[in-house]
Structures are given as C-alpha cells and as structure tokens.
C-alpha cells in the first residue's frame, strides 16, 4: 500500500521525518492519559501536527494513528472526545483524498463503524457527514466494506420518526446505486443473519426497497436483490422467522407475504419448506397479528385467496413445513421441543382452511411420533402422548382410521409394511374406542383393510411381515367390544364384512401358500425355506385365531341355528390339519377346536357343530392326527397338543377315548408301547392344565400295562407312574370311585347286596400293581388330601341300624370304622394311605350276609378278600418295618446272586431285567439290613422314610452284607448303571436305588460317596439344556440323589446321633438334613490335606471313623459338585428359558440345589467356600465365564448365610492357603513351580469375597459389623503378601466394606481407628505398587511379557486409587480431618511423579490421567486443599506443565479452576505474568532472548489455560488486566512464541468472555492482526500469521457483532469480483494470497458440510509461508460459505481445536478427543458429516516409543 510512486515521493522529503517523529510522539502519549480529558489534549495535539506538515498528503505510522483513533471512539467514552477524534478522522480524510482513502479505508473505519449504533445524539450527525461528504465519493470502491458500512448505518432505521432515520435511508439507497446491487442486498441479507440487533430495520428496509412481485423484475434484478436465493437470503429469513423479538418476527412475516409469495419460484420448494417450517413457529406464541400474517401467505394473501390456490402452493409447504419439524423435533432435549410440531398442528387446526386441509397427509408423521415417544428410554413419552392424545381430541376420528388405512395401504405397495404395522398398533393403544361409530365401523373397516393386507403378503410370501399384519390384526381385534344382544341399533354390517374379507383371505392363504406348497418342496431359496420353517406355522395358528375369533364376535343370525351349511373354509382347515407339518397341523387342529367351542357362530351353526359330533368322522381325523403328532421328535408342540385335547374332550369324549383306547390295546407290541408312551406324555401335560379329570376309561387301560406280560410294555407304564406320582390322586380317585361304589356297603361287616366282584379285583391288582410299580405312591399319598366325592362315597360305606341291637362281644357283628376325633376304635383316614386301608379291611373281613347269595358270587367274594389281603400285606411291607427274621435270612442268602444278575443286566443292557433286579436288590437290602440301626433319611426324601423296616435281627447277620458292600464289584456294577444310555429313562430307577439303600450303607460310605458323585456330575454336565421337558426329569433325580449323599455323607459322627436322637422327638423318624453346629476350627485341618494342613504339628493325625471318611472324601470332591449345580442352575449356556414350561422347571432345580447347599453352608462354611474359591481360581482366566454370576446368585438363596461366617472361613482359607504355600517353597528350596502346587491362590480368594460383597446391599451392614473382626486380620495377614494383585483387591474390598458398613463401624472409636489404619496400609500399599510404572520404562532387557503385566497391574492400581481413595477417605476419617490430611500426603509423592513424568509415552499419559483423577476427587473435600495445592501449583508452573493429552486437559481444567477461585491462585499468576513481561529484569541476565520470550510465552499460555478452565465470564472483573499485559506482550519486539500465544489466549477470551466485554480491546486485536498480517512488510513467520488466521477463524464463529463490522477487513464478504476505478481495499489474507503462486489446495482446511459449524482451521503447526499461503486462497470463500449456513455452533468440537493448541507434544492425532481423530470417526460413521480434505500424508505411529510424541 505504502509502495506507491507519490507516497514514496512524499517519503523522501527533507520535512517528512520530522512529520513521523512528531506523529509518533504525540501517539506515544496516548499511553499516559489518566483521563477522558487528557484525550481531547492529545486529538488537538495531533491536529496541530497534521496543520504543521499540511503539505504531505499522506499519514506516518497509520496502523499505530489509526489504532489510537479508534480506541478513542470507545462507545464507552464521552462525546465530546468522540466529535474531536471524528473532527480530526475528517481533517485527516480531506488531506489524503478518496484515492488513498480507499486504498485504506480498512484501517480509517475499525474504530468508525463500531460507534454509530451507541454514538450520541450530537455525535451521530457528525459520522453521518463524514459518509456523505468523503465515503460516498467512494462509489464502487466502497464494495469491500459493504457489510459493515451496512451494518453501521441500520441502527438509524430502528425509528421511522427518528431523527436520522431519512438521512441514513438515503445513505443506504445512494450507496445501493453507487455499488453493485447484487453486492450491498448480499450484504444486506448477510446482516440480517448474523446481527439480531440490526435485523429489524435490516428487514423493514427490505421490505421498502425489494419489487413486490417477480414479474416486475428481470432475471438480472432477481440475481440481485436475491443473491444466494437458496441459502443466504433462506437462512436470513429464517434467522428473523425465528427471533426472539416479536417485532422482528412479525416484519419478517411481512416480508414474507410481500415479496415472496407462494406462488412466485423465487424460492425451490426445499427451501420455501424450510421458510415455512420457520414461520409455522410464530403460532406458538398465540399473537393475532403473527397468526394473520402466517395465514396470509400460506393462503395466498390477506382476503385469504380460495382453496384451490392453497391446494396447489400453500398445502405442499405447509405439509412439508410440519415435516421437518418433526425431524427437528428427534434431535430436541426439552419437552417443549419434543412436543413442538404438534402443538403447531394443534395451533393450525384453529383455522380450518390450513389445518382441516394438511391433517390428513400429516398424521403419519404424528403416529411416527408417537412411536417414538414409546421406545424405551424416552425421557418425555408421557408430555408426547399426552400432547398426541390432545390432538386426537380435536379430530374427527374418521380421519384418523382413514389415515391409518391408508398408510397401510402406501406401504403395501412399496413391499414393506412394517412400519405402517407397528403404528398402528401404537395408535390404536391411544384412541378412544368406545363409541359406537368406532365399533360398528372404524374397527371393521380397519380389520377389511389388513385383510386385504394380508392376501397381498401372502401372495408375495413375504412370512415375517404377514405375522406382524396378522398379529396386528388380533390386536385390532381385541379392542372390539363384546357383541351385545339387546343392542339393537348395533350396525353389524362392518364386522360381517370383515369376515367375509378374512374368509376370502383364509381361503386363499391355505389353499395357495400351505396346501398347495408341501415342507420343502416348492422353494430352492433358503431363506423362504426359513421362514417356512419358523414363520408359516404361526401364520396359519394367527389366521385361524382371527377367523374363529371374528366367528365367535357375532351372534348366530336368525335361523342359522337350524342350518348345517359348511363354511367355505371348514374343508381348508381339515385339510391343514392333515398336512404332514406337524407344527402347521396342530395349529389348524387348534383352530377347529375352537371353532366348535364358539359356536354357534355367524361361521359354525348349532346344527352344523351338532352334524359334525354327531358324524364323528371329522372329529376322528383330528384327533388321530393329534395323537401322532405326540411323537418325542415334535416336542416343541406338545404343549399345545394337549390343550387342543383339553378343548375337544367336553364335546367329543367318545371320539377320544376310542383313538387312545385302539393305541393302548394295538396287537402290535411297538404300536402298544408307543401309544403308552404317547399317553404318559398327555397325562404328564393335562395335569398341569386342569384339575378335571379327563381321560378316566384310557387311566384304566394305561394301568394295566403295568401288569402286562409284555416286559417293554410293563416299562413303558411304569416309567409313566414313576413321571406321575406327583398327582397320584389323579391315577387313585378313579380307582377308589370303584372300590367305594354304593353297591359295596355294608352292615356290621356284611358286603348288603351283590356288587361286581370282577371290577373289585382289578381294581386292587391294579393298586398293587401300582404300589408295587413305584413305592413312591404311598409316601406321596400320605402327604394327599383326599378330594370331596371320595370322602362322600366313604362315608356311606358303613350304614347304622338303630333299631338293631349292637353285640358288643361278637368280633363279627362289629363294623370297620372310620376313626372319629383320634380315638383308637378305628382307621385315621384322614389321606389316602389311610383310606386304602381302610378300603382294603372292609374287603378282608366281608362276609356275604345274603345266605341265599349264588354260589358264583360267594367265589368271587373270596376271591376279593384274598386279594385284599395280599394287597395290604404289601402296602403295609411299605409301609412299616414288620418284616421276620425269615425273610431277613432269605435276603441274605439271595443279595450276592441278585447283585451277579445286575451286573450281567448292565453288561447285557438289558433294560427291563435291570429294573426288576434292582427293585429286587432294593428289598434286599431294606428287609435285612434294616435290623442294624439305619441312618435317619432327611425330610426331603421320602421314599426312604416309606420303605424302612424295624430292626428285629440279631447282630450276628450283618456280616454277609458288609463282605458285599467291600467289594468292588458292587460299587462297579453301579457306576456302570449310571454311566449307560439312559434309554427308557434306566437311570432313574438306579439312581431311586441309591437314594433308597443310602441310609443302610453309613459303615461304608467313604468308598461310596466320591465315586457315586462323580458319576452323577459327569451326566449333569451332558445336558445342554437341563430345564427343557426332556431333561428335567432326568436333573431332578440326579439332584436330589446327590441331596441324599450329601446328607448322609456329611452328617454327624454316631455318637453326636446318638446324644441328638434322644433328644428328638422319637415320633419324627424323618430329621432334618443336617443338625450339627458351626464346626471348630481344627475340622479345617481334616480336608483337603494339600492346602489345610498345619506343619508345627508333629503329632499323627488320629484314625479318622467312617464318617470323618466319608466327609473327608466328599470335601475333595466338593468342587465338581458345585460346578456341575452351577451348570444346571442357569439351565443352558446357550439361552435362557423361553416357555413357561422351562422357567417353572428351572425354580424345580434351583430350589432342589439351594436346599442341597444351604446346610452345607450352615455346618460347613469354610469347606464350601474353599470349593468356591477352587472354581474362582479355575475359571479366573475365561473371559466369559459366566460361573462367578451363578455362584452369587446361588449364595443370595441361602438363609443360613452370615457374614461373620464368611468373613472367618476365608481368612482361614487364605491362612491355610499361604502356610501351605510356605511349607511347599521351603520343602522345594525355591525351585519348581511352587504357584501350581497349592490348588487356588489367595487372589481368587480375594476376588469372590469383592464380588460377593458388591452384590450385598447396605441394609445388611449390621450384619457385616459382626465379621470386622475377621476382616481386619484378614487384611493384616495380607499385608504380608508377595502378590501385588492382593493389595488391589484389598483395597477393592476395603472400599466396598465401607461403603456398606461404614456407618456402622463409625459409632465404634476403636473400630473407627483399626478402620484408619487398614485403610491408610492398605492405600499406601496399592501406591507403592503403581510406583513400578517407572520402573517398568527403564526395563531394558527384561521379558517384555512380564513388563506389560506389570505395567498394566501399576496402572490399574493407579486407577483403583484415583477412582477409590477420595470417597474412601473421606468416609473413613470422618470429621477427623487432620488424619485424613496427613494420610493423603503420605501417598502424594508417588501420585505427584507421575504429574511430574513427561515422557510421551502411553503409559506416562496414563498414569497421569489416572493420578489427577485421585486429585479431581479431593476437590470434593475442601479440609484437604492445604495438601495438595502446592504440589499442583507447581506442577502448573513447571516448564513442561503442558506435555498432556486432551483426557488430561479435563482434569487439569477442574484444579487449576479451584486453585485460582478457592486461593489466591490468580493473584500469583498476576505476579508471575507481570515479572515475565517486563524487559528488564535482573533475574533473566544469563538468559538468551528466545529462552526468555519462550518463558513468556509460556506464562501467557498459563494464562490462556486459566481462562479456559473457568466459566463465562468468570473472571470479568480482571479483563482490564488481562488486555493490557496482553497489550504489553504485543509491544515485545521480535517475540513470535509470545504472539502466537496472545492470538490463543485471545480465541480462549472469546470463548469465555461476553463479547461485547471486549468492545475497547478491539481496535487493538484489529490493529495487530493486520501488523502480523503484512500490512507494512510481507509476514515470514508461519506459525505466527497460522495463529492470527486461527483467531479470525474463531471470531468469524462467536457472535461478536463488533468482530462482524470489521470482519471485512480480513476475508471477503462473498467471492463476487468487483472493480472501481479506484485502488479498492483488499483484505489481508486475501492479499497474502495474492502474493503467493495460484493453488486450488486446501489442504489444512475443515472444509464446512456438518448441520453445525466447526473451525476451518485445525492444523497445529506449519513450518514456511510456503505451506500455509496456499490453502488461504480458499479461506474467504469458505468462510463465507460457513457464515451463511446460519447454524449454530459446534461449541465442543470447538473447545477440542482450542485445546490442541494447549498440548505441546508434537504429534496428537492418535490422542482420543482430537479434532482429526474426532473427524475421522465421524467420517467412518456418516459420510455426511464435517470431513477433513487433506492430501496423503505419514500418519506418525502411536508406539511405546518416546519419539512417537515428540515435543514442539
């Protein structure tokens, strides 16, 4: 600028120095000025040299002139100094001419153009003349200060009566014709986005000088009133749709109607969507005068133009409008905004003409809301559904369903309904539906509608959507009402439709897509062969539903009930019930049975459903399809199976017991077996649905296959019993209905009448051979009460005579009686064992009493009482130890030869001989080995307590069987009957055996127990789902097997039994599990030898009894014992349990495992929980074991659970644990592994006791008060520990102790400082541990295996401590503050070294990150500043403070905050910055000029980080301060590291302080950025001009409207070309462009394509211009393109920019929260997000190697 041949002339002048110097002097003075007045002295000074050297055209020093000029037209200054400093600016414009003055009006108006909008009344005039008289001779050359020319001027059309508001008009007119028209409206409009202070007279003027109509306009006019049509002057009216000014909104409105009709294409209809979208607002604010204004243009003006022309422009914007609210409305955070777009719609439907007209096309959007208000999650569902049920309200509802339907529909056809299904079924759920139009019409037509729906899917196969529409449809369905008889102005017509719609569709669908496409054959594609596998059986059930249930909805019509007419559809699904896919045809089978329990129906006649029983024929089809779908290949149906039965029976009972009958009596043997097994499984699956009793003829026929001579058809009924005996009273009713039929009774033990003696016999060979089939009947039928009929049929058994005299000496004449009230003349029948036997006497002494009674009949009777006789006998051998010393003798002779014979059987696999052997071998054992003194069964086994026998036998006989139970054979024999293939379910009669002969074998148990367990857990773990139907049963009897080992394994020694039984009530035979009291602590040393074993003792353990053996054996073993209840107590691995079924199955077994386990906990604890650690410490390395959770949830059903117990039997597990380790290492002498020697190591230990205490509320801390004491000797025995993983779960553990304790343990002053200390060790410890980082840096040659485990375990103890020790502490120590301050300095060294290490390596970073987060949480505790403020102060002020990474900038920010707010934290600062900027100082004597300016810098940066930790305007009252060391700092000459770090500090000052805070700084901000910009010579320093274009970067962000009337002097208000014939102004980053060579590289640029707007400028460093000029060349025009978006800020993503500055490693894009690291994340998710354009570069690797992160 200055290099012009007549400045340079002007330059050489002998008087031109003098004129610089005296210039320079009077600007100096400036600095001294103490008041306003002295400023007034200094602008005449200045006067006077400017007349001294009039000769000279031209102005020295102009920046510094300029600047000083400025500063004195502060807004905040009076007047009077404000005319004088205007008189002197017109003074200096006459001298140097419109040329030069144009040339630089950049530098003349930075102080001009601020002060016109807050200038007085007596100062305005004198700017004004100042524009007319020298700017508007400008012309064009005032083209690159339009904007803020423009902006300048605004302020005086704020009044229309104002005194100015004429001139300025005519100003803005005159300067609109002297410039290019497309130029100042651009400019115009840019003012209308980006100033809300001048946006109303911006659009008043607007609105004044824009045509009002297009056709009055040229396509070039239109170019230049409405330049950037589609995202300048859009985004302008939009900014002022949405002002929070009334004013401002309503001229914006008229504008709108005005100049922008509808019905012009000034705008596309995008963008009149998104206007629209804006301006549907204003009805929110309920004003009239915006609402009119609103209607107008959306209907075409203000007489509200006809329909047709809202139609055609007004209805697709509105539409559109509401559209793009609620897409706006998903990313709202207020319940305001969520419900915004339909509080418009509410708003709108006040005017019929707009909102009756867009309702109907807007609706989905409403019914989208809706659904999205229903996710979960959703933080304002009830605001939205309350608000959406308003609006519905205010509908006619007709609209509604209309509008549903038709989304169905529109979405049909584009082949992908889904969403339209799951909206209305949302919708639907939120309707009123109880208005009779509703229900006779909108529900029908609705069901019509997705019946034509479901025809077009089922027509295109499309399975998945077709059960959705179908489900919907049942769920449309459902909210139909009743059909009410007596209604009768009911309209029917709807839903008669409906159904014929829905037969239509019933028709096609099982005729095209089920009957005509057999499994498998019609389609090669595999996933249509899917969806017929999963999918199509659903579909036809939900059909077949909807059909029957449509039926079922209307009544019978008048004279359908005497019509047999065939439905359509009746034929179709008979034949799906005949399809060969067994899940399709149960589901049609389903169907049928409903239909004729509805009927009659509008669909089955009563005649019709009477044909069809009465013919039987149809009913016989299905019921035999029915029974061969109960195959065990189709289990995943029988369920439902058994209900169709259930449905059928009341109706067509004869049909049923007819199909089952012919099964169970087939010639066939395979035939009779798997119809036995076919009716066990429908037993099994009725009983759990019904108390009915159903099937009674088939029971019959089912019982007697127990006696069959047929052994496989034998077995097959019995393993039926043994699945049964739950419910015997199902299987006993039946048959005691039969023994107490009237024809039975009798008087005074005679028979009255003749009675079927033939159903008599069978039904006690039947009873017999039931009992003798499984003993578990009489056990099970002791705990029944007998049902109400039986007990009515009992109690007419006996009938009085009065009249009859009682012979009370005759046995004979005495009647068999029930007993009454507990007396002893009689039977107690008070449960069915009882009543049977009563039962069964009554037959034994009959006497026929006729003596004229048949001869055949009295056979017969004798033949009952032998029966009888011999059934009671045996009921009774069940019953009671009545046995003889015969038959105890025949049973020891018999035992080893049925022991032979079962173990040919198992070799043989004979399944039926093994059965009957075992049962034999069963009564073996109980009829003689009952003599010697049988353990007590526990209570849960029953069948033990059943089958005992009194002990009679002399001890002599006991031998014999001892020599069996030694030998290994018997054990072999049954370990191989487990092991073998459980076909016919064999196992569960093996497993019943040990169960039963448990309590005879107590002598011999230690050989018994570990195998018999280990046996029985390997076939636990083979079931991959243990609670599906099939498995259960097997699981159950394996558990409780296991249940009666454990019991009688683990209980007390014979001579504690003995002291126990005499205590007893000797009237409970059954005791409980286990009795015995909390072991001593010396049972310890008796199990597991390798781990409790305690080596001071040379005394020899004494000889253990059996039973010490047997526990011995059952502790070893323990382990697989839990680990196979733990499989099976989740069920599968693989999914959880998905039908009822399952789950009720899975409360079977875990209740069966917790009354297991429980005892053990309570008699047992440390032997139960050594087996837990043993499973803690084998799955500790399985990354998703899922045992751990299962284990807890085991222990949380425990009710003999306490916590002092637990705490106790792991202390002395890890005591155990670490003597035994000793032992071995001293026994090694420190060779061999001596880790894997000792089976679990005290960490897993450690590691269950922080689980379990983690999943233990607070409410039980009264309960753990009790087991401190173990805990602390727990800890202080730890301490010793060489595993540094122990002091982390300690302190773990610690935390979680307190945490639920903690106030508990507060009350207790001893326990209080016992808590203290364990604490403070223990911390201390895990610090020490974290320590080994360093060390882990300085490794060398060491295995780098083991270097990352150590250096991982240091750095999770660093964050154990951060995250933990704060609260810890503070819970601790309480109130007692001076203890809890100097505990923390103890451990502050150690944290403080890692703030200390700089090293960029990603362990330092870490630790640092972890170490300030023990810091962040101190801040929480005031009482502890005094500790650590000195440490962090000089952390702060160290020379490497800021090698970080972004994780530690947070933490920093939050400390250095409470430093500077809570100290005097920036009174220090202010010292230390100030010392720093003085350029004389005697410390810095042997200090270079570049270390010294880096020290500055530095300090300023210190500064920079201060302001940016605080809050907004935080530090307000100290910005005078700031500006002016930040003034001092730019005075520093040739200190580039100090500039550069003045331009951060000062994108740091707009960040956190107010803009207009900063009003008197910015002719200074401006002044320097056009010094380092190039303004007298051109920029060298890269980083330097880097950092200046940042700042500007960041201020054309914010809103800083003193920034935005200058912005101009740096980028160009718009890439238009323009020319004067003037030398115009060019910019200053444009002019370092200029001189530099052509490039289209903007290759450092964050080029703007986000909805938010972000920093163009992200790069960190350049080294040369080279690099940097050419990527500027774009900034303008990038800028430009940012500003007009008229989006709001990326504040966060703007912070990070910010903070990138602050870190001086070298290379950060790695670092998480980086700004190319945050881009490429973004880039990878969503291609449309913000992008970085950067050529290819060499990513520096993230490495554990220093020079990855060098520092700056």
């Known amino acids: 600028m200055e290099s012009g041949d007549a400045d340079a002339e002007f330059k050489k002048h002998s008087r031109y120095r003098s004129f610089h110097s005296d210039i320079e002097k009077e600007l100096a003075s400036f600095d001294k000025v103490k008041e306003w007045a002295d400023l007034v002295q200094c602008l005449k000074r200045i006067d006077q040299v400017l007349d001294k050297y009039s000769q000279f055209p031209i102005i020295p020093a102009k920046l510094t002139f300029c600047k000083r000029m400025a500063q004195c037209l502060n807004p905040s200054l009076p007047s009077g100094v404000h005319v004088q400093t205007l008189k002197t600016f017109a003074k200096v414009f006459d001298r140097i001419g419109p040329e030069r003055l144009a040339r630089d009006i950049g530098l003349f108006c930075m102080g001009i153009f601020p002060l016109f909008q807050h200038a007085a009344t007596q100062v305005k005039p004198v700017i004004l003349k100042i524009y007319e008289i020298h700017f508007l001779p400008l012309g064009s050359a ?21 005194e100015f508001y004429d001139r300025c008009r005519k100003l803005l007119d005159y300067i609109s014709k002297k410039t290019s028209s497309q130029l100042f409206f651009r400019a115009l409009w840019k003012c209308v986005m980006v100033s809300s202070t001048i946006r109303l007279p911006a659009i008043s003027y607007l609105t004044q000088r824009l045509p009002q109509h297009k056709n009055e306009m040229s396509k070039e006019s239109v170019t230049a009133f409405i330049p950037d049509a589609s995202t300048l002057v859009r985004n302008a009216l939009r900014c002022g749709l949405r002002d929070a000014q009334l004013l401002t909104q309503r001229a914006a409105m008229e504008l709108l109607i005005t100049h922008f009709r509808l019905d012009e294409d000034l705008f596309s209809q995008e963008d009149l969507i998104v206007l629209a979208s804006s301006s549907l607002l204003v009805v929110t604010r309920r004003e009239v005068s915006l609402n009119r204004r609103l209607y107008a243009w959306l209907l075409g003006g203000a007489n509200e133009a006809d329909a047709a022309w809202f139609k055609q422009y007004g209805k697709p914007v509105a539409v559109g409008a509401v559209h793009m609210l609620f897409e706006e409305m998903s990313n709202s955070t207020t319940a305001n905004g969520v419900t915004l777009p339909l509080r418009v719609l509410m708003a709108l439907l006040d005017k019929p003409e707009i909102g009756a007209e867009i309702i109907e096309p807007l609706l989905p959007a409403v019914f989208r809301c809706l659904n999205g208000a229903s996710r979960e999650g959703f933080k304002y569902a009830r605001e939205v559904k309350q608000t959406v049920s308003q609006l519905f309200d205010m509908l006619d509802p007709s609209i509604i369903w209309s509008a549903m339907a038709e989304l169905f529909v529109q979405q049909l056809e584009t082949g992908d309904p889904v969403e339209a299904i799951v909206l209305i079924g949302e919708v639907i759920d939120l309707l009123p539906l109880g208005e009779v139009q509703t229900q006779s019409i909108h529900l029908p037509d609705m069901l019509c509608g997705l019946a034509s729906g479901l025809s077009s899917l089922a027509e295109q196969e499309k399975y998945p959507l077709l059960l959705s529409a179908l489900q919907l449809t049942l769920r449309v369905y459902g909210k139909m009402a009743p059909f009410n008889t007596n209604a009768k102005a009911f309209d029917t017509t709807g839903i008669t439709a409906a159904m014929a719609a829905f037969e239509e569709f019933f028709v096609d669908f099982m005729t095209n897509n089920v009957l005509n496409r057999q499994h498998g054959e019609s389609s090669s594609d595999a996933v249509k062969m899917s969806d017929f596998d999963l999918l199509l059986p659903r579909c036809v059930y939900l059909s077949c539903k909807v059909l029957t249930n449509l039926e079922s909805h209307l009544p019978e019509p008048e004279g359908g009930a005497n019509s047999d007419q065939e439905p359509e559809w009746y034929r179709l699904l008979l034949a799906g019930i005949e399809m060969p896919y067994a899940p399709i045809s149960c589901l049609c089978a389903s169907s049928y049975a409903n239909a004729l329990k509805h009927s009659p129906s509008a669909g089955i006649s009563s005649a019709f459903r009477q044909r069809i029983v009465s013919d039987g024929k149809d009913v016989r089809m299905v019921v035999e399809k029915l029974w061969s779908m109960l195959h065990f290949s189709l289990t995943s149906i029988h369920f439902r199976i058994a209900k169709v039965f259930l449905a059928l029976h009341d109706s067509c009972k004869e049909v049923i017991t007819a199909v089952i009958g012919e099964a169970l009596l087939a010639s066939d043997i395979e035939t009779r077996v798997d119809g036995c097994n076919r009716f066990a499984l429908l037993w099994r699956l009725v009983g759990d649905m019904t108390t009915k009793r159903v099937f009674s003829d088939n ?17 097959a009924g019995r393993t039926w019993l043994a699945a049964s005996i739950s419910k015997v009273e199902r299987i006993l009713d039946p048959l005691l209905l039969v023994l107490l039929d009237p024809s039975t009774a009798r008087f005074r033990n005679r028979y009255r009448t003749t009675y079927d003696a033939r159903r008599v016999l069978y039904v006690l060979r039947i009873l017999k051979a039931v009992i003798e089939s499984d003993f578990r009947v009489i056990s099970n039928a002791q705990n029944k009460v007998i049902t109400r009929d039986v007990l009515a049929l009992n109690q007419q058994q006996v009938i009085d005579d009065p009249s009859a005299a009682r012979d009370h000496h005759s046995p004979d004449d005495m009647d068999l009686r029930e007993s009454e009230n507990g007396a002893d003349d009689g039977l107690q029948v008070d449960n069915y064992v009882g009543l049977m036997a009563l039962t069964a006497m009554r037959f034994v002494v009959g006497q026929v009493g006729d003596q004229d009674a048949a001869a055949e009949f009295i056979a017969q009777n004798r033949v009952v009482q032998t029966t009888s006789a011999e059934f009671l006998r045996y009921m009774l051998l069940r019953m009671t130890d009545t046995a003889q010393l015969h038959a105890a003798n025949i049973a020891r002779v018999i035992q080893p030869y049925v022991l032979r014979e079962l173990g040919r059987a198992v070799t043989c696999s004979d399944l039926v001989l093994q059965v009957e052997l075992l049962r034999l071998l069963q009564t073996v054992v109980m009829l003689y080995s009952g003599w010697n003194h049988p353990r007590p069964p526990p209570a849960a086994s029953t069948s033990a307590s059943a089958l005992s026998v009194s002990p009679a036998t002399p001890s002599g006989l006991g031998a014999r069987w001892e020599s069996i139970c030694k030998s290994t054979s018997f054990l072999e024999i049954l370990i191989s009957g487990l092991q073998q293939p459980n076909e016919a379910n064999v196992r569960h009669y093996w497993l019943e055996f040990i169960t039963a002969t448990m309590p005879y074998l ?101 000889q253990l009894t059996p039973s010490a053996e047997a ?28 039908t009822t079924d399952e789950i009720h199955n899975k409360y079977i077994v875990q209740d069966l495992i917790t009354r297991t386990l429980d005892p053990i906990m ?102 753990l008060k009790s087991a401190w004491p173990d805990f602390l000797m727990l800890v202080k025995e730890q301490m010793a520990s060489r595993t540094p993983a122990t002091f982390l779960l300690l302190l773990r553990t610690f935390d979680l102790y307190v ?25 201390e410890l895990c610090v020490k541990i974290s320590s080994d980082i360093s060390s882990t840096l300085a490794a060398g040659n060491r295995d780098e295996e083991s270097v990352q485990r150590m250096r991982a375990l240091s750095l999770k103890a660093l964050g154990l401590v951060g995250g933990t020790v704060p609260d810890l502490y503070d819970s601790v120590f309480g109130d007692d503050k001076e203890r809890a301050c100097n505990a923390i300095s103890n451990i502050l060294p150690t944290l403080v070294s890692f703030l200390k290490d700089h ?59 409470h430093i500077m707010t809570v100290d005097k934290g920036f009174s220090d600062l202010k010292k230390i910055l100030s010392k720093s900027l003085l350029t004389h100082q005697a410390s810095m004597m042997f200090v270079s000029k570049e270390q010294e300016n880096r020290m500055r810098a530095r300090n300023i940066k210190r500064l920079s980080f201060v302001l940016y930790s605080g809050e907004v305007d935080q530090y307000q009252t100290q910005l005078s301060w700031i500006q002016e060391k930040l003034a001092e700092a730019l005075r520093l000459s040739d200190a580039y590291p100090v500039y550069i770090e003045v331009f951060h500090c000062l994108r740091i000052l707009l960040l956190r302080i107010s803009p207009k805070r900063l009003a008197s700084f910015w002719p200074v901000i401006f002044a320097e950025l056009m010094r380092f910009l190039g303004f007298s010579r051109a920029p060298t320093h890269a980083p330097l001009v880097l950092s200046a274009c940042k700042f500007i970067d960041v201020a054309l962000l914010v809103p800083a409207e003193e920034f935005k009337l200058c912005e101009w002097l740096f980028v160009h208000d718009s890439s238009s070309a323009f020319s004067s014939n003037l030398e115009l102004f060019v910019p200053f980053i444009a002019r370092l462009c200029d001189a530099s060579p052509a490039s289209d590289s903007n290759s450092l640029l964050n080029v703007p394509k986000g909805p938010l707007r972000r920093p163009l400028i992200i790069e960190r460093h350049v080294e040369t211009m080279d690099t940097l000029l050419p990527y500027l060349s774009t900034f303008s025009s990038l800028a430009y393109e940012s500003t007009i978006l008229g989006s709001d800020i990326d504040i966060e993503f703007l912070e990070r920019v910010v903070e990138a500055d602050m870190i001086e490693f070298k290379h950060i894009d790695k670092f998480e929260h980086s700004p190319v690291r945050l881009l490429t994340q973004e880039e990878a998710q969503q291609s449309d997000d913000v992008t970085v354009v950067a050529p290819k570069r060499q990513e520096p690797k993230f490495t554990s190697q220093a020079a990855s992160l060098d520092p700056l």
Request: glycine share 4%; hydrophobic share 40%; aromatic share 8%.
């Open 1299 to 1323: 945490e639920k304790a903690g106030s508990i343990l507060m009350q207790d002053k001893h326990k209080v400082r016992e808590l203290q200390e364990g604490t403070t060790k223990v911390v």
């Open 1399 to 1457: 090293r960029p390596h990603p362990a330092v970073l870490a630790g640092a990150c972890a170490s300030l987060q023990f810091f962040s949480g101190l801040l929480r505790f005031p009482h502890t500043f005094k500790v650590w403020r000195k440490d962090i102060s000089d952390l702060f002020y160290s020379s490497d403070f800021f090698h970080l990474d972004f994780n530690a900038v947070t933490e920093w920010r939050s400390l250095i905050n």
């Open 1111 to 1138: 526990r011995e054996e059952l502790f070893k073993i323990l382990p697989l014992i839990l680990r196979a209840m733990v499989k099976v107590w989740s069920g599968s691995s693989s999914a959880n349990a998905s």
């Open 1162 to 1263: 309570a008699n047992y604890p440390s032997e139960l929980l050594f087996s837990i650690c043993c499973l803690w410490e084998q799955d500790k390395h399985i990354p998703e074991s899922t045992l751990q959770e299962t284990v807890l949830q085991i222990l949380q059903t425990f009710d003999s659970l306490r916590h002092d117990v637990v705490f106790g039997s792991l202390r002395q597990i890890v005591a155990s644990v670490l003597r035994s380790r000793s032992k071995i290492q001293r026994g090694s002498n420190g060779s061999g592994d001596t880790v894997a020697s000792v089976p679990i190591h005290e960490t897993s230990t450690l590691d269950f006791l922080n689980r379990y205490l983690s999943v233990h509320s607070s409410s039980s801390a009264e309960s």
């Open 142 to 162: 005032l083209a690159p200060c339009l904007s803020g020319l423009i902006m300048s001027l605004l302020p005086g059309l704020e009044e229309e009566n104002g």
């Open 1002 to 1102: 107590h002598n011999h148990l230690a050989s018994f127990v570990s195998p018999l367990c280990s046996s029985m857990c390997d076939i636990i773990v083979t079931f991959e789902n243990a609670h599906d139907s099939v498995s259960i049963m097997n699981v159950v009897i394996v558990l409780r097997t296991l249940h009666v080992i454990l019991s009688y394994g683990l209980s007390k020694e014979p001579e504690r039994e003995q002291l126990m039984d005499q205590q007893k009530d000797e009237s409970n035979p059954a005791l409980t599990l286990i009795t015995m009291p909390l072991m001593p602590v010396q049972m310890l040393a008796g199990f597991v030898k390798d781990v409790f074993v305690d080596d001071s003792s040379s005394v020899a353990p004494p």
């Open 699 to 715: 029971l019959l026929l089912m019982l007697d296959s127990l006696s069959d001579k047929e052994p496989v058809v034998r077995l």
